[in-house]
């Protein structure tokens, strides 16, 4: 079974010319592009899952240039393809860290009950 862009751009709630884009700069390979009779591009089914992929690495903070590197069938080893996803861990870690500490900060200024309708920190 194959698609239509139209229906590829529906099904992932993806404006056309991503689509086209993602095809344009190698996130979407050759293997699921196709030709109609009329020369018309089609998609196999696979590129919703393809895209889902490509959503979810998008969500967790890659850049379309590591998508681009993972994708590609020479760019990167296993090793390093878990290597990028460790460091990427690594750095949400990091990220919730310091959001903890701002939060146990607001909680501390809360606590220390220097709100007032005087003006913040002043008695």
């Known amino acids: 079974m ?5 229906e590829v751009a529906k ?9 086209r884009y993602y095809e344009q700069i190698g996130i979407i390979t050759d293997e699921y592009v196709l030709r109609d009779q009329n020369n018309y591009r089609i998609y196999a089914t696979d590129i919703i899952h393809h895209l889902n992929v490509v959503k979810h690495c998008l969500a967790v903070g890659f850049s379309i240039q590591d998508i681009k590197s993972m994708i590609s069938k020479n760019g990167m080893s296993k090793e390093d393809h878990v ?3 460790q460091m990427k861990i690594a750095e949400i870690e990091a990220a919730q860290k310091k959001l903890d500490e701002s939060k146990q900060n607001l909680y501390d200024i809360l606590k ?3 709100i007032c309708e005087k003006g913040f920190g002043k008695y």
């Open 112 to 114: 220390a009950d220097i």
């Open 11 to 19: 099904s992932m709630d993806l404006p056309i010319s991503t689509i």
């Open 83 to 85: 290597s990028l996803i």
């Open 2 to 6: 194959v698609m239509r862009i139209s």
